[in-house]
């Protein structure tokens, strides 16, 4: 990975190990072959010399609490001022993060806002359409809607709100 990338100091190191494997759709979304077949424009340009505007919105995509990113973003910010093509996507790119990051810190509200039923049984099936539970014949219990705290792990319990069972 280029210079430019998060290493040891961020919650992924995409400067070790296989980075392509570390998110999702990596071969699309990390600088390139995958990423220049997307973005024509690249093509042929090794990573380290991809413009600042490229890094940005990578970095934006799948590190976007990191100080490379910070450090992109004053970059760009002081290039848009000068080019209206620039300021247009920087703008689009900050929205992009500013909803990723509103998401993420939300995350935790939109599971917990509403009643919740503490319910026990013993897993009859499990896939990826949900859990079935023996106590509980014909219901299935989908995974998107299960809540749960480390405490609850561990004592093996799972809240279910309400409107989601």
Not at 113 to 119: H, M, R, S
Request: glycine letters at 10%.
């Amino acid at each position: 990975m280029p210079s430019w990338m998060p290493g040891s100091d961020y919650m992924t190191d995409f400067r070790k190990g296989d980075p392509y494997v570390k998110v999702d759709q990596g071969y699309a979304r990390l600088p390139g072959a995958g990423y220049e077949a997307i973005h024509p424009e690249l093509k042929g340009l090794d990573p380290e010399d991809y413009p600042h505007i490229a890094r940005l919105r990578i970095l934006g995509d799948i590190a976007p609490y990191s100080r490379e990113y910070q450090r992109e973003a004053g970059i760009v910010r002081h290039q848009a001022a000068k080019d209206d093509e620039v300021r247009a996507e920087y703008e689009r790119i900050q929205e992009q993060v500013r909803q990723t990051k509103e998401s993420t810190l939300q995350t935790g509200q939109r599971h917990f806002n509403a009643p919740v039923d503490t319910i026990e049984g013993t897993v009859k099936r499990a896939s990826v359409a949900g859990l079935e539970l023996e106590e509980y014949p014909g219901r299935t219990f989908h995974l998107s809607s299960v809540g749960s705290s480390m405490a609850d792990l561990v004592g093996g319990t799972w809240c279910l709100p309400r409107a989601h069972t």
